[in-house]
């Protein structure tokens, strides 16, 4: 099977808490590419990070850091020091390749983050 | 910053119409794609074009959806007849290459009634 689990399907955080979004993935490709977008309220969808199979360094950018362990099958994202801002449903995914020398994207349900004042 | 521009942001038709929805893809990008997310459900992939064919397409993806390039800049997404399950957020997304990230465009709302 190819598919993305976000187990978490809402979280909810006080301003300055540190937050995990939790996505485990599945794939019989050797090559793939996961990534983490963002869809805020106003419903577009927002890159994050895209991180390749054979690259397991974790990474961190301001306040986002994600860690991919590929013995689990998980990319998870967490968020320090949140805020209202980030309110937000945030997607994983697994890009595949497919049929036509392509690739597409497989998406998990989504996690609901909400932070509160 | 290039963007990929998708219009009209807010479609509302008839049940039975047919409605043409356009995406402006960022302009060294290859590789073309739809996909819908129905309220509060995941983001399904419909259809993904390169070198000005369907490379695979969904099971949603049935007949009475087509995808076209017909100038070189624009990507369209038409259904012919629309039902009430249609009604979805349609994101268009585009990739210069292979193994880049995709970069989506603001979505259309298509509301059918």
């Known amino acids: 099977a190819q598919k993305v689990t976000q187990a978490q399907t809402e979280i909810s955080v006080v301003e300055k808490e540190d937050v995990t979004l939790d996505c485990v993935y599945e794939t019989r490709d050797t090559t793939y590419y996961l990534f983490w977008y963002k869809q805020p309220p106003s419903g577009e969808l927002v890159f994050l990070i895209r991180r390749n199979s054979f690259d397991e360094q974790n990474e961190i950018s301001g306040r986002y850091s994600w860690n991919f362990q590929k013995s689990t099958s998980s990319f998870n994202f967490t968020i320090t020091a949140s805020q209202v801002v980030d309110s937000a449903v945030y997607f994983c995914a697994l890009s595949i390749s497919n049929a036509g020398n392509n690739r597409k994207l497989i998406w998990g349900l989504g996690t609901s983050l909400a932070v509160n004042p | 910053e290039p963007e990929v521009t998708q219009t009209p942001s807010h479609q509302v038709t008839q049940m039975g119409q047919e409605v043409i929805l356009r995406c402006v893809p960022i302009s060294n990008h290859l590789y073309f794609y739809w996909y819908r997310q129905i309220l509060g459900q995941k983001v399904e992939f419909l259809v993904s074009f390169y070198n000005n064919e369907i490379s695979e397409k969904s099971e949603i993806f049935d007949d009475q959806f087509s995808v076209e390039r017909p100038d070189g800049s624009n990507f369209t997404l038409k259904i012919r007849s629309t039902k009430l399950e249609d009604s979805a957020m349609y994101f268009c997304?585009?990739?210069?290459?292979?193994?880049?990230?995709?970069?989506f465009g603001q979505g259309t709302r298509l509301t059918v009634v």
């Open positions: 997304a585009s990739r210069q290459g292979f193994n880049t990230e995709a970069f």
